[in-house]
């Protein structure tokens, strides 16, 4: 589900200028130890504990401004990487000082060392592999990593699990290579272990550990012009939105799909009109764009907008030609429990096609996993907090201009 891929431009008015992907937007950065807002320090002054950290996340550019990466520290002593932070997967995934360019982990990627690591623990060695249905990118595609489960010291903002379980990764499929040397880590933020006990994600682990003065996580992800994304461990950082945050029951409680996050919505608007289409889906910190659960889903909403909106690959991919989409009013609402989140009409355009010259794809892909995925199109202007023991999502209006 959540988490990577390609893809080029966004925004009706970068077209003109960006025509390729470009790497200006990318920063590193380093997690400093814990830096708290306002919100936090008012919370904080009550505990003893360390209890939230705040990590600042860069928009991961590369023509989405849909996608934010920040830091992670694995190991004793800590070799620190870049992650995308993904509430749309279960499993914490890093390339491993095993994975060769041969088999998708380039000569410039930073790998994880388990030699190098005094608390690596090699407890289970059990192999895995994890699919990605819509990468995250813009582009849709079916990628897996694959590899051994282990466990070590892993610490996100200063906060520490010892024996967390790290999928090591030592061969990936080559839809990841354009990323690999930008972020490695992919940290799977579900709420739960799998029914089979396998894939225990951090979150849980945060909790039991006593990390979090709060069992939530916390995302703060708005376009790159407004900057300052961040991830907050534990708390709520008040700052960062307008209003009340409006809490969201999960639509189921139990099986696999229970371990991410998940609600109904009970309509989706057009242009203020409805379409009366109705399902669940997962809220994707690491899923770029949104995903129908098949292109024939993708078309019924894309026949409200326009009659020239066409499937131009198989694999999901709609557009439309780049000269008439920024034209084009598609005001998407999803309405869950009785609000709209919006997707306004300028973010329809995820940017050039490639192979397709002068078509632009637009938001909504086609899948094939049987449920609606609302990735970072959406959650870009939402103040978004995850409650791993209730599973609740709250949702609030982000600050768009700081
Ligand atoms: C290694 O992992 C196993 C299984 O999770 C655990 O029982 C054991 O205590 C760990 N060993 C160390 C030294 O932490
Ligand atoms: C979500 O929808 C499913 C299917 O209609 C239903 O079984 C479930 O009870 C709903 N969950 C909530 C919280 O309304
Ligand atoms: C469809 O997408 C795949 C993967 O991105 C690509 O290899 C293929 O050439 C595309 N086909 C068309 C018709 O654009
Ligand atoms: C992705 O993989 C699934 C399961 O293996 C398959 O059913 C589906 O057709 C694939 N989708 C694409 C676009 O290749």
């Known amino acids: 589900m959540g988490a ?14 960006i025509a390729a992907p470009n790497h200006h937007g990318y920063q590193k950065i380093h997690v400093k130890a814990i830096q708290r807002s306002d919100g936090i320090q008012k919370i904080n002054r009550h505990s003893h504990k360390s209890g939230a950290a705040q990590v600042p996340l860069v928009d991961f550019f590369k023509g989405t401004d849909l996608q934010w990466i920040g830091n992670v520290e694995i190991g004793s002593p800590p070799q620190t990487f870049s ?8 499993t914490f995934l890093i390339p491993s000082a095993d994975c060769t360019p041969a088999n998708g982990c380039a000569k410039d990627v ?28 813009v582009t849709p595609g079916n990628e897996s990593q694959s590899g051994f489960l282990n466990t070590d010291r892993v610490s996100i903002g200063g906060l520490t699990v010892d024996n967390q379980e790290i999928g090591l990764v030592d061969s990936a499929t080559p839809g990841f290579a ?25 979150l849980p682990a945060l909790v039991a550990a006593g990390e979090l003065l709060e069992p939530i996580v916390s995302f703060y992800i708005p ?23 409006h809490y969201i029951r999960p639509a189921v409680t139990d099986g696999l799909l229970a371990s991410i996050w998940n609600v109904n919505f009970t309509n989706i608007f057009v242009n203020g ?79 050039p096609i490639e192979g397709h010259p002068g078509m632009c ?8 996993v049987g449920f609606w ?15 791993v023991e209730t599973k609740v999502v709250g949702l609030a209006k982000a600050v768009e201009e700081l």
Do not use: M, W
């Open 178 to 202: 354009p990323f690999l040397k930008h972020f490695q880590a992919v940290i799977g933020l579900g709420s739960a272990a799998d029914l089979d006990g396998a894939r225990n994600p951090i």
């Open 373 to 387: 995925i609302l990735g970072g199109s959406l959650l870009k202007h939402y103040y978004s907090t995850f409650n």
């Open 110 to 137: 930073s790998k994880f060392n388990p030699s190098r690591s005094r608390t690596f623990n090699l407890s289970s060695n059990t192999p895995f592999e994890f699919s990605f249905f819509t990468g995250g990118g």
């Open 4 to 17: 990577i891929l390609y893809t080029v431009v966004t925004s009706c008015l970068l077209l003109s200028t």
């Open 273 to 351: 009109r409805p379409t009366g289409v109705a399902n669940f889906a997962v809220l994707d910190t690491g899923t770029s764009n949104i995903v129908a659960p098949s292109n024939d889903d993708a078309a019924a909403i894309y026949k409200h907008i326009s009659i020239d909106i066409k499937l131009l690959n198989e694999t999901g991919v709609f557009g439309i030609a780049c000269e008439r989409i920024c034209e084009l009013p598609a005001t998407l609402d999803f309405e869950i429990e009785g609000r709209k989140y919006t997707i306004p009409s300028r973010d329809f355009n995820a940017g």
């Open 361 to 368: 794809q637009t938001v909504i892909n086609g899948g094939d």
């Open 83 to 90: 992650a995308v932070f993904d509430t749309g997967s279960p």
């Open 223 to 245: 376009p790159r012009s407004t900057g300052h994304a961040e991830l907050t461990l534990g708390a709520i950082d008040h700052s960062k939105f307008v209003g009340d945050i």
